[in-house]
Nanobody, 122 residues
Framework: QVQLVESGGGLVQAGGSLRLSCAAS?????????MGWYRQAPGKQRELVAT???????NYADSVRSRFTISRDNAKNTVYLQMNSLKPEDTAVYYC???????????????WGQGTQVTVSS
């Protein structure tokens, strides 16, 4: 069984910083391809925040570019999101996402974490 477990969310004032972590666990993990962060604010659709390939190429939503940094540690099967200069509009549940290949599987499957709340007060 594969799990994505997020941590690092919380309450912060506008202008502050938070660092989210997401670790993929499971004995059957053979390889992890793209990893990323998405967020969903109340009453809104889930949206992409940032993604990172296995080779560390990155992609960001325009709304977070220059404020957020995505990174990963392939040895630890972990992806991070450093969030600086946070704004109230960044308030949302943040979800980790990853494409994972399991033992005996010929393809990658997509997995989601359970989400972690980020609240930015004005």
């Amino acid at each position: 069984q594969v799990q994505l477990v997020e941590s690092g969310g919380g309450l912060v004032q506008a202008g502050g910083s938070l660092r989210l972590s997401c670790a993929a666990s499971g004995r059957s993990i053979v390889s992890i391809n793209d990893m990323g962060w998405y967020r969903q604010a109340p009453g809104k659709q889930r949206e992409l925040v940032a993604t990172i390939t296995k080779g560390s190429s990155t992609n960001y939503a325009d709304s977070v570019r220059s404020r957020f940094t995505i990174s990963r540690d392939n040895a630890k099967n972990t992806v991070y999101l450093q969030m600086n200069s946070l704004k109230p509009e960044d308030t949302a549940v943040y979800y980790c996402n990853a494409d994972i290949k399991r033992l005996l599987s010929v393809t990658y499957s997509n997995y989601w974490g359970q989400g972690t709340q980020v609240t930015v007060s004005s």
